[in-house]
T-cell receptor
Framework: ETGVTQSPTHLIKTRGQQVTLRCSSQ?????VSWYQQALGQGPQFIFQ???????GRGNFPPRFSGLQFPNYSSELNVNALELDDSALYLC?????????????FGSGTRLTVV | KNEVEQSPQNLTAQEGEFITINCSYS?????LHWLQQHPGGGIVSLFM???GKKKHGRLIATINIQEKHSSLHITASHPRDSAVYIC??????????FGEGTQLTVNP
């Protein structure tokens, strides 16, 4: 049974650029949720994908978008990067939204926008 | 006011001490999670609770649904327990709402 893998682990981008972060879900999980964690704060919910459809979104602008593939892996895309987008981006996979069995988290992608 | 509040924000203990971290929430929940985050960023799920009490090794988690309060206890603390401990609640729908975390440092 594999865990959740995120790539890349670290990334430096320039303001205005676009970035794609990737997450492979744990075997048997069909739901992936994405979180943004600024330094010294708790993670904030960005959105969740269940069976390739977005089924929940937090208070993030449309330039944050995502995708889930038939194998339940997922991408987070951020356009027009701003300095405040610098954060640790975490993904978590679960079965049916974590209803009964909880979540498995990846180690995160640390994005720095300069 | 955040929907999930943790206390204390920072906690320093000596090896062997009994530790308690508290979490209060203000919304209806279907489950509460205790998570551990190490400096590299990766998060490990410790407990998922909807009622009562759970124990795993030296860790104990309790929840009082009526009081909207949960506690995480660590018995016989050890320097390897040093990490950020985060409380997160699952409300109706898809999201987890997180507390800001408690930074625990256990000195030898």
């Amino acid at each position: 049974e594999t865990g959740v893998t995120q790539s890349p682990t670290h990334l430096i981008k320039t303001r205005g650029q676009q970035v794609t972060l990737r997450c492979s879900s744990q075997s048997g999980h069909n739901t992936v949720s994405w979180y943004q964690q600024a330094l010294g704060q708790g993670p904030q919910f960005i959105f969740q994908y269940y069976r390739e459809e977005e089924n929940g979104r937090g208070n993030f602008p449309p330039r944050f978008s995502g995708l889930q593939f038939p194998n339940y892996s997922s991408e987070l895309n951020v356009n027009a990067l701003e300095l405040d987008d610098s954060a640790l981006y975490l993904c978590a996979s679960s079965l049916n939204g974590g209803l009964n069995y909880g979540y498995t988290f990846g180690s995160g992608t640390r994005l720095t926008v300069v | 006011k955040n929907e999930v509040e943790q206390s204390p924000q920072n906690l320093t203990a000596q090896e062997g001490e009994f530790i308690t971290i508290n979490c209060s929430y203000s919304v209806g929940i279907s489950a509460l999670h205790w998570l551990q985050q190490h400096p590299g960023g990766g998060i490990v799920s410790l407990f998922m609770l909807s009622s009562g009490k759970k124990k795993h090794g030296r860790l104990i988690a309790t929840i009082n649904i009526q009081e909207k309060h949960s506690s995480l206890h660590i018995t016989a603390s050890h320097p390897r327990d040093s990490a950020v401990y985060i409380c997160a609640v699952k409300t109706s729908g898809s999201r987890l709402t997180f507390g800001e975390g408690t930074q625990l440092t256990v000195n030898p």
